[in-house]
């Protein structure tokens, strides 16, 4: 089931935020000093890619220096990609088919806007 939800939603949505995520990434490491925010993008663009069967969980050791680049995230890139994430999650749900799709949409709104503490980890 899951790599049936996986084709259906590179497809349908996952290509296309994947791309938005790398492209994120591209600018932020080319301006040197965001290189962190450029790897976070690159890791959410494979978790974007292919979703189903992982999962995202907050790391623990993730402190202060997070929370500041988090902000400066937000700012600069968070919000495009939530709003990416929300508008193709409310076009899939309009569709029987496209609500699971449109609720992994919903649950990586928030990997979008603040992902530096968060780790992608398989299902178990």
Not at 20 to 32: K, P, T
Not at 65 to 94: D, E, F, K, R, T
């Amino acid at each position: 089931m899951r790599l049936l939800l996986n084709l259906i939603w590179l497809v349908l949505c996952g290509f296309w935020m994947a791309v938005g995520y790398i492209l994120a990434g591209i600018i932020c490491c080319v301006l040197i000093i965001t290189i962190p925010f450029g790897l976070a993008s690159f890791r959410i663009a494979n978790y974007a890619f292919w979703p189903f069967g992982r999962t995202i969980e907050p790391r623990g050791d993730a402190g202060v220096p997070s929370l500041i680049g988090n902000i400066i995230w937000i700012i600069v890139a968070g919000w495009w990609l939530a709003i990416g994430h929300l508008v193709s999650g409310v076009l899939l749900c309009v569709t029987i088919i496209g609500i699971p799709l449109g609720i992994a949409n919903f649950k990586m709104i928030p990997v979008s806007l603040v992902p530096l503490g968060a780790r992608i980890v398989p299902v178990r």
